[in-house]
């Protein structure tokens, strides 16, 4: 039997990658959103995921008395950016839907968990430049949004979550700029000026291949915290990646020989731990 695996913000635009991507795979997906989800025929829920019932009850395998228990949640759902709604109102769902789907699982003895942390705990948008590049997972988190503040306590709560049930697996994938091939045509605008995309170092991710690190995550099993960058294996600019840090960030420390496109968003940990090689790429298009 294929392994049934919850998906909030299935609606969302790296959401409706990301189940799609499950069910050609084999797993049996349970799509959860506040609104329909376009195109999808599969199982599917409405939800309130700042409602804490309403989460027990899906992550228990309890609604309509379908079930079953699932086996793995992928929770993508929150206001996806910063200046969205206003600041307190981007808290106040987050923050407490994370926290619920968290607890929920614990309850309920869910042991995978993958959720959408993001790359703005990286520092974005670089008004103040990275530390080094490529950036990685190795510095400590500075949100400069609330969105990114939430995210950060994301991490720790998982952190912690992961210390009082040692079984558990949480998996937090810092995605960057999710994109569909439609939105490629517009990328050789940005050669005219490197500034446009300074704020996340020209990064992207396809969410193809978004989809496949939440897949590649959820086979990891091994129990604690873990949090990776994804990005996809290129920068959004046809200029060297060399040549774009020289120009924007001339102090900041490049630690590694860059190939000519190379991502400064490091995927170097995601590729060696989940396996994750990204296979799409705008150039491609």
């Given at each position: 039997?294929?392994q ?5 913000g ?5 959401g ?17 959103d ?19 019932g309403?989460v ?5 395998g309890?609604?309509d008395?379908r ?32 926290w619920?789907v968290?607890?929920a ?16 705990v ?14 990685d ?6 949100p ?30 810092r ?6 091939p ?13 500034q ?28 604690g ?5 994804i ?12 040549s ?9 420390e ?5 190939g ?8 170097d ?13 705008w150039?491609?298009?």
């Amino acid at each position: 039997m294929s392994q049934r695996v919850v998906v909030t913000g299935a609606a969302g635009k790296l959401g409706r990658a990301v189940i799609t991507d499950l069910a050609a795979h084999g797993w049996d997906v349970l799509a959860v959103d506040r609104v329909s989800v376009p195109g999808w025929s599969g199982d599917s829920l409405r939800a309130d995921l700042t409602d804490y019932g309403q989460v027990l009850e899906i992550v228990s395998g309890a609604v309509d008395e379908r079930g079953p228990r699932p086996e793995a949640v992928v929770h993508l759902a929150a206001v996806p950016a910063p200046g969205l709604i206003p600041n307190s109102a981007t808290f106040a769902n987050n923050a407490p839907a994370t926290w619920n789907v968290f607890n929920a699982c614990r309850a309920a003895g869910v042991r995978k968990v993958v959720w959408a942390s993001s790359e703005t705990v990286l520092g974005l948008p670089f008004d103040t430049p990275p530390p080094y590049a490529p950036v990685d997972e190795e510095y400590h988190p500075r949100p400069e949004s609330t969105y990114s503040l939430v995210k950060t306590l994301e991490e720790e709560m998982a952190t912690q979550f992961c210390r009082w049930d040692p079984e558990l697996s949480m998996t937090g994938l810092r995605f960057s700029n999710v994109m569909y091939p439609e939105d490629y045509a517009a990328f050789p605008a940005f050669d005219a000026d490197p500034q446009l995309r300074r704020w996340n170092l020209w990064g992207y991710i396809d969410a193809r291949d978004g989809a496949q690190a939440v897949r590649r995550s959820l086979e990891y099993r091994t129990p604690g915290r873990e949090v990776f960058v994804i990005a996809n294996a290129d920068t959004v600019m046809s200029r060297s990646s060399a040549s774009l840090m020289a120009e924007v960030f001339p102090d900041v420390e490049i630690r590694k020989e860059l190939g000519e496109h190379e991502t400064l968003l490091s995927i170097d940990k995601a590729r060696r731990v989940l396996g994750y090689e990204p296979e799409h790429s705008w150039r491609d298009e």
